[in-house]
């Protein structure tokens, strides 16, 4: 079974994105706290549908859940439009796309506190190709997405709910 490496380095941010240090994956996971930098994109095809990846078993974080369509960590020294470009060609084989930047927001969990820079894009599905660091995918409608929401992860639940007014 594969598993994250708690050793990558993330950089500590403050509220405004500010890199104020560094540490590790597992610190950040540990339940310190430490605030670091993470990218979402909500990729939408021209129907509206929106892809969602679902977690694998193996992650640290949210294991087994559906998540939004690329979601990642920014690595130290790493800018966050390098990293949201970075996570969309390792999770879903996307290049060629125009992200629009919706908002940054602290998201907080028993483990971990995360800068989250949500972004969205709208694509041609066929240039959708899940990596093997996911467990699959699916393109899924509102009303499809506010059927099970138990089977969301929590900031994807709320980033529907408060940012893109889905659910």
């Known amino acids: 079974m594969k598993k994250d490496n ?26 310190s706290k430490l605030l670091h930098p993470v990218v979402h994109l ?3 095809d ?12 193996w992650k ?16 130290y020294g790493e800018t966050i439009e390098d990293a949201l470009r970075r996570e969309a060609r390792e999770e879903l084989g996307l290049i060629d796309f125009k992200p629009e930047f919706l908002r940054s927001y602290v998201f907080e969990s028993d483990r971990e506190r995360e800068l989250v820079n949500t972004f969205k894009a709208t694509v041609d599905p066929a240039a959708v190709r899940p990596s093997d660091e996911l467990d699959g995918g ?3 409608t509102a009303d499809e997405l506010r059927a099970d929401p138990d089977s969301l992860t929590p900031n994807l639940r709320h980033e529907l709910r408060e940012i893109l007014g889905i659910c």
């Not at 941010?13 to 890199?19: I, K, P, R, S």
């Not at 240090?21 to 597992?26: I, V």
């Not at 087994?64 to 960590?73: F, I, P």
């Open 6 to 31: 708690s050793e990558e380095i993330f950089p500590v941010v403050d509220e405004e994105g500010n890199v104020i240090g560094r540490a590790t994956r597992g610190e950040c996971h540990d339940g």
């Open 46 to 57: 021209a129907d509206g549908r929106l892809f969602l990846q679902h977690r694998p078993a």
């Open 60 to 75: 640290d974080i949210q294991p087994d859940k559906w998540d939004t369509a690329v979601g990642g960590h920014v690595d």
């Open 138 to 140: 699916r393109w899924l």
């Open 42 to 44: 909500h990729v939408f």
